[in-house]
């Protein structure tokens, strides 16, 4: 594992703010207006969130936390981007919200928040950044009351083996340490006058179920989808309103894949 990953992660998505307040995706006067930012996959699978305290690792600037607040969660963002954070309590004080947020490494997120909550919420684009499944795995049970239930929507490590809007196969489906790259915009922004460095992981399927089950997890739900909600591979034709579909191969891709998972009540 790369020493500085948290650094140099956390400047890139610092620096990724700006462009995603600007960019269509995100929407931000529609979001302003009330739109929930949630996808239909997530809203449909989740089921109710009314009344529930919910904890949303690596919540960015806080469109999707603001949103369940909207729902009628109580929600908690936590994200490494200082940036980030900040724009997410400002949008929480200025719409008149009640959610909360911490900046930190989903790693440190226990020295930072001490509730236990109903839910444990990730969602598209999150456990790429991080190098360890199985830590993961404990902070997500540390934050969980008994019976609680954790809900992940990811990109599917199949379509991360391509460099979009590249139709080759590029990288590994299965985790082969860290990747370092240094790359031009932003999937919300191709355009976007951004150079900046990452560091990444990928993780297969079984590696992200397998840090569920060593915790004695059942899964309630998994499902693969053959279309993305977001327009973010640079090379995607959109199939219906709001479901897009990557390349031209002879059949679809997995996209996304969701998993709904619950703690055991003892
Ligand atoms: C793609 S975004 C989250 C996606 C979210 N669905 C959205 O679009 O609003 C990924 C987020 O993970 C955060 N992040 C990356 N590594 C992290 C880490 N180790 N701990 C906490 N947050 C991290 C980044 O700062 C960024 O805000």
Same mark, same amino acid.
């Given at each position: 594992m790369s020493e500085n990953y948290e650094k140099i992660n956390r400047e890139l998505w610092n620096k990724k703010l700006e462009f995603h307040l600007k960019s269509p995706m995100y929407d931000m006067d529609n979001f302003l207006a009330g739109k929930n930012s949630l996808d239909d996959? !997530? $809203?449909?699978?989740?089921?109710?969130v009314e009344g529930k305290s919910l904890l949303h690792l690596q919540c960015h600037f806080g469109q999707d936390t603001l949103s369940f607040s909207r729902m009628g969660a109580k929600p908690t963002g936590i994200d490494l981007s200082t940036s980030c954070i900040a724009k997410a309590k400002e949008l929480n004080a200025s719409l008149g919200l009640n959610a909360k947020f911490e900046c930190c490494n989903v790693y440190d997120t226990r020295q930072h928040v001490s509730e236990l909550f109903d839910i444990v919420f990730t969602s598209y684009g999150t456990i790429i950044w991080l190098p360890d499944l199985d830590k993961w795995a404990t902070v997500i049970d540390e934050s969980l009351k008994a019976g609680?239930?954790?809900?992940?929507?990811?990109?599917?490590? !199949? $379509?991360?083996?391509?460099?979009?809007?590249?139709?080759?196969?590029?990288?590994?489906?299965?985790n082969r340490g860290a990747f370092e790259e240094t790359l031009e915009g932003?999937?919300?922004?191709?355009?976007?006058?951004?150079?900046?460095?990452?560091?990444?992981?990928?993780?297969?399927?079984?590696?992200?179920?397998?840090?569920?089950?060593?915790?004695?997890y059942n899964l309630l739900s998994f499902n693969e989808h053959a279309y993305s909600p977001y327009d973010c591979f640079g090379n995607s034709k959109e199939i219906e309103k709001g479901k897009y579909v990557f390349g031209s191969f002879p059949y679809p891709l997995p996209h996304v894949y969701s998993m709904k998972w619950q703690k055991p009540l003892s």
């Amino acid at each position: 594992m790369s020493e500085n990953y948290e650094k140099i992660n956390r400047e890139l998505w610092n620096k990724k703010l700006e462009f995603h307040l600007k960019s269509p995706m995100y929407d931000m006067d529609n979001f302003l207006a009330g739109k929930n930012s949630l996808d239909d996959i !997530v $809203i449909n699978e989740l089921g109710d969130v009314e009344g529930k305290s919910l904890l949303h690792l690596q919540c960015h600037f806080g469109q999707d936390t603001l949103s369940f607040s909207r729902m009628g969660a109580k929600p908690t963002g936590i994200d490494l981007s200082t940036s980030c954070i900040a724009k997410a309590k400002e949008l929480n004080a200025s719409l008149g919200l009640n959610a909360k947020f911490e900046c930190c490494n989903v790693y440190d997120t226990r020295q930072h928040v001490s509730e236990l909550f109903d839910i444990v919420f990730t969602s598209y684009g999150t456990i790429i950044w991080l190098p360890d499944l199985d830590k993961w795995a404990t902070v997500i049970d540390e934050s969980l009351k008994a019976g609680g239930i954790f809900y992940i929507a990811e990109f599917h490590p !199949v $379509i991360q083996m391509f460099d979009y809007p590249e139709e080759n196969i590029s990288f590994p489906y299965f985790n082969r340490g860290a990747f370092e790259e240094t790359l031009e915009g932003t999937y919300a922004d191709p355009s976007a006058d951004l150079k900046s460095k990452e560091i990444f992981w990928l993780h297969s399927i079984s590696e992200t179920v397998n840090a569920l089950l060593k915790k004695n997890y059942n899964l309630l739900s998994f499902n693969e989808h053959a279309y993305s909600p977001y327009d973010c591979f640079g090379n995607s034709k959109e199939i219906e309103k709001g479901k897009y579909v990557f390349g031209s191969f002879p059949y679809p891709l997995p996209h996304v894949y969701s998993m709904k998972w619950q703690k055991p009540l003892s």
